[in-house]
């Protein structure tokens, strides 16, 4: 055991999709050619002026309000001025002083306990521009198309105090904001981003360490790794009698270790003053009356539900609720085919698997969740076995097909008919008569040898229970 405790505390960007950037109406689409996503504002052109998009301010409130903050009814937006080739007005918009949203908080599950993080505030600021380095020649370009997008900042507490748990907070976090519909929470992309300050400290003791800024890590995979990587070196350093210098910190994804990026000494002044273009952020109450009143189920909410409506475990409620898509075809599909139970290991196994192997979301599915009630009846019924089922399920997921049209086109109507079986029952029993005598002398577990045999004649049709039947009254006559 160690003596030491990590401290983590988080900012998260997250990236809010909205149809306009933050300050002007150009589009926020992605993947436009370069530079096409401008106008004067946000290429910074002399005398152009910001206008704040509403329905940013609307975004970031609702998100504020999910996580608990106290909102303010007037916020400012301040400048904060660096230089770098991608930011052309040589400041970003954000907030400083009088941030949007402080003092929230945030319930995270890790295994059978739950941990509160308090979130100091969140803020709205825009987006930078990207910079494009060449390979193989000596220049850089740049793309403004994301220049102007708006971001949320959401600034933990040092609350955290392992990569587990940092890792909780931001899966619970990216949740909240999909739940919402106000970020697609795509890390590859960065439209969802986390910087992790960590510092450690000697158990029991209250005093925070000197912290190190940990960036460049996206995909949960990566900050995981990251902090556990940081967290050994900061106690390796400080076992050997040295000190923790704060610094920015790069995560070097191929090596898994991270590397100084910049000391203190090198760290930016920004200068912060409030933005003399920009009027303060108002919030209406009746805004703020409206837009509590749209809050969806948020995930912890619907945990809990799926747990008492569906009598789901926590690992199974969790494993829907995390994606919101398939905790809401799973309940369209219990709807019609009232088994939760069932509907759940389907959609654990079967359907995850397809969305898996394919790379698709549950959104581009044309199987509908009444064709997933049907197959599942067609399977209770007896219609058909629930290995023909499993096998023809790919094919319907994928192509969207009717289960009982299809069904019935392929002639995979299970076999009950007895006449029928009794005759393959005889024919299996001729042909092997060894494993007939052995099964009289006791193996019983011949059954299922004589089962696969039926089964191998019929292509899977034949009705399991009443082959079973029949074997039965031939053997023990
Ligand atoms: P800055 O102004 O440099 O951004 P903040 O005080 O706003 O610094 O903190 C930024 C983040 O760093 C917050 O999430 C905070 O919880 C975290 N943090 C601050 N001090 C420590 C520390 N000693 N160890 C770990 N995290 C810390
Ligand atoms: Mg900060
Ligand atoms: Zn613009």
Redesign the pocket.
Known sequence: MSRYEA?????VHAQLKTRSKLFCSCPTTFGQPPNSNTCPVCAAMPGALPVVNKKAVEYATKMALAVNCTINKKSLFARKNYFYPDLPKGYQISQYEEPLAEHGYLDIRIGDRTKRVRI?RIHMEDDAGKSIHVTGENKTLIDLNRTGVPLIEI????DMSSPEEAVAYLKELRAILIYLDICDGNMQEGSFRCDA???IRPKGEEK????TELKNMNSFRHVFKALGYEIKRQIDVVEDGEEIIQETRLFDEAKGITRSMRGKEEAHDYRYFPDPDLVPVEIKDQDMVKWKDELPELPLEKLDRFMKEYHLSYVEADLLVSDKSIANYFEQVVKLYNNPKEVYNWIQTDVLRELKEKSVTIDNIKFSPENFASLLTLVQDSTISLKIAKDIFPELFHKGLDPRKYVKDKGLVQISDDSKLETLVDEVLAEFPKEVEAYKKGKKKLMSFFMGQVMKKTKGQANPRVVTELFKKRLEQ
């Open positions: 401290v983590i505390g988080l900012e100091v600034v933990s507490a040092p300050n960590v510092s925070l360490g000197t912290r």
